[in-house]
C-alpha cells in the first residue's frame, strides 16, 4: 500500500458563475497541488471539511471523534495556501478596515483542528505558504498582515497579473533542515503572498529568507516533521513554462517533498516502510535528485 496524504480543502461559499447558483459551500483541491504529491508515487486525498451542522456524527459509535478517524487513515498532512487567516486568531486588528473581507474563520477553524489532529498524533506535517502561517498560528505566533506597507524595503511577494510567474530568492539558514536538503547557497522560488511570519511561535524556528529578511520557511524543533514554505513548490518544475524549471535556477521542489515523505514513512512498521520507500525509488522521476534523498 502506498503513503496516503491528506491535503486541506480550500472553501468556496459562492459557487462561480454558470454553474449550480443555489448558496452552496464547494471544497476544492488546486490542481498542481494535487500533480506535485502523486508524481512522487503516492496518494493524495482531500480532506473534506465537517460542517457542525451536518447530520454526520461528531463523535462515532465507539467514541472516537470524525476527526480523529481521518487523521488514523492518512500518513502526513499538507496544508495548502489560500485566504488570509483572521487576525483576531493571533490577537491582533485587521490591518485595514476591509480586511476581514479576505478572511475565512471557518477555514480558519477546520484547519486548526486537522493541524491539532495530526501533530497530536505526531504525524508530519508540510504547510504552503497559508499553511505556513497557520502553523506559526497554532504554536502562538503572530503575522506581518501585508508586507508592502509593514515592512520596509521589501521586494515584491505578490503580483496578482504575474501570479506564479513572480519569483525571488531565498536563502537557506545555516544549519537548518532545509541548508541540509539543498545546501547553502540562494535559489528562486515562486511567490504569491503579502503575509508572513511576525513573530514566531514557541518551538518554531526560521529555515530561510528572501534578500529583504522576510520568513520564508519554518520548522518546529521538537517534532519530527513540521515545516512550513512561504513559497508554492506545488508551481516548480510543474508547469509548461521552462523559467519555473530546476534547470532555469528555481528551487527544485522533489528534496522538500521527499523529505516529507520520508518522514511519513518512518512512522510506518519496518516492514511496511521499506516496501513503500522501495515502491518510491522505482518511479520515473520528475526531478532526478529525488533519487538521493529516498533512504
Known sequence: MTLRIGISARLLDQPPPG?????????????????????????????????????????????RSTLADLVEQLDGLVLQGGSDIDPRRYGAQPWRADAN????PVRDAYELDLLRGFIDAEKPVLGICRGAQLINVHFGGTLVQDIPSQWPGALT????ERYHHLTHDVRPEPGSLLERIYGGAARRVVSIHHQCVQQLGTGLMI???????????????????IVGVQWHPEFHGTTDDTSLAPSAGVLDSGPLMMAFLKACARRLPRAERHARVSAMRHLPWPHPVDRAHVA
Do not use: T
Not at 512522487?40 to 451536518?54: K, N, R, Y
Open 101 to 104: 473581507l479576505e478572511c475565512d
Open 19 to 63: 454553474g449550480d447558483s443555489s448558496p452552496k459551500r464547494l471544497q476544492y483541491l488546486e490542481s498542481h497541488m494535487a500533480q506535485w504529491i502523486m508524481s512522487h508515487g503516492v496518494v493524495a486525498l482531500m480532506i473534506p471539511f465537517i460542517d457542525a451542522q451536518a447530520p454526520l456524527p461528531r463523535v462515532r459509535p465507539r467514541g
Open 157 to 160: 511577494h505578490f503580483n496578482l
Open 207 to 225: 529555515e530561510a529568507r528572501s534578500p529583504d529578511g522576510v520568513p520564508e520557511a519554518i520548522r518546529h524543533s521538537d517534532h519530527s516533521f
